[in-house]
Nanobody, 122 residues
Framework: QVHLVESGGDLVQAGGSLRLSCGDH????????MGWFRQGPGSQRELVAS???????HYADSVRGRFTITRENAKNTMYLQMNSLKPEDTAVYYC????????????????WGQGTRVTVSS
């Protein structure tokens, strides 16, 4: 049963900004680590950013300094603020909640939402 709902994707021009949201209808949100992934056309799903249950964020090199991952435990919601968007950021973005960290890298659980599409035009 899917508990995740992503939203906020849109068509935006290069240099623009978007904020993605991920709502979790499961339990114990505040105790979970979580992350954002994306899958571009013809590409494999890749980790964009993750946030530990402690609140510590981690970013892929390709988005560091442009994207910010946050969480609002009281609302069972995770966010991804995306600034200075580039055409190569075009993808379907998925959130994942409840994974673990192995050697400092977030490993997702096998439960995904439907994703939200981000398209960045040049």
């Amino acid at each position: 049963q899917v508990h995740l709902v992503e939203s906020g994707g849109d068509l935006v021009q290069a240099g623009g900004s978007l904020r993605l949201s991920c709502g979790d209808h499961g339990n114990a949100f505040s105790h979970k680590s979580m992350g954002w992934f994306r899958q571009g056309p013809g590409s494999q799903r890749e980790l964009v950013a993750s946030i530990h249950s402690s609140g510590t964020p981690h970013y892929a090199d390709s988005v560091r300094g442009r994207f910010t991952i946050t969480r609002e435990n009281a609302k069972n919601t995770m966010y991804l603020q995306m600034n200075s968007l580039k055409p190569e950021d075009t993808a379907v973005y998925y959130c994942n909640i409840g994974g673990t960290y192995v050697s400092g890298r977030y490993i997702p659980v096998r439960s995904w939402g439907q994703g939200t599409r981000v398209t960045v035009s040049s």
